[in-house]
């Protein structure tokens, strides 16, 4: 009778768990990262959908000559705010779930991030 009751118990700790995930996972739109490439020339902003959704080139660096820099620099400023993003995202995810999901050696909440 007792594990019948803990069986029930963690399947309602699963249900939680996954009402938490989603309510988190849609929260990832608000949460926002930056990264600069180029001493801040150029600035990306990301959130936590990984998807970017700013960027800022310093007028000093618009120069039809430069362009192929300037791509670089983009690119270079962009995977920055992917990747702090993402570290974001994964942190508010864990967040959200603490308490629920035990700490499990080798499980990556970041997997959760759409």
């Given at each position: 009778?007792?594990?019948?009751?803990?069986?029930?118990k963690m399947m309602?700790?699963?249900?939680?768990?996954?009402?938490?995930?989603?309510?988190?996972?849609?929260?990832?739109?608000?949460?926002?990262?930056?990264g600069s490439a180029?001493?801040?020339?150029?600035?990306?902003?990301?959130?936590?959908?990984?998807?970017?959704?700013?960027?800022?080139?310093?007028?000093?660096?618009?120069?039809?000559?430069?362009?192929?820099?300037?791509?670089?620099?983009?690119?270079?400023?962009?995977?920055?705010a992917l990747d702090?993003?993402?570290?974001?995202?994964?942190?508010?995810?864990?967040?959200?779930?603490?308490?629920?999901?035990?700490?499990?050696?080798?499980?990556?909440?970041?997997?959760?991030?759409?």
């Amino acid at each position: 009778m007792t594990t019948m009751l803990d069986m029930m118990k963690m399947m309602g700790k699963v249900k939680e768990a996954q009402a938490r995930i989603a309510e988190a996972q849609a929260q990832l739109s608000s949460i926002t990262a930056t990264g600069s490439a180029g001493g801040d020339l150029v600035i990306a902003e990301a959130n936590g959908l990984k998807q970017i959704i700013r960027i800022t080139v310093d007028d000093a660096l618009i120069n039809p000559v430069d362009k192929e820099m300037m791509r670089d620099l983009i690119i270079a400023a962009c995977n920055k705010a992917l990747d702090a993003a993402g570290l974001k995202a994964t942190e508010h995810l864990q967040k959200a779930t603490e308490g629920l999901i035990p700490n499990i050696p080798g499980f990556d909440l970041g997997s959760m991030v759409k």
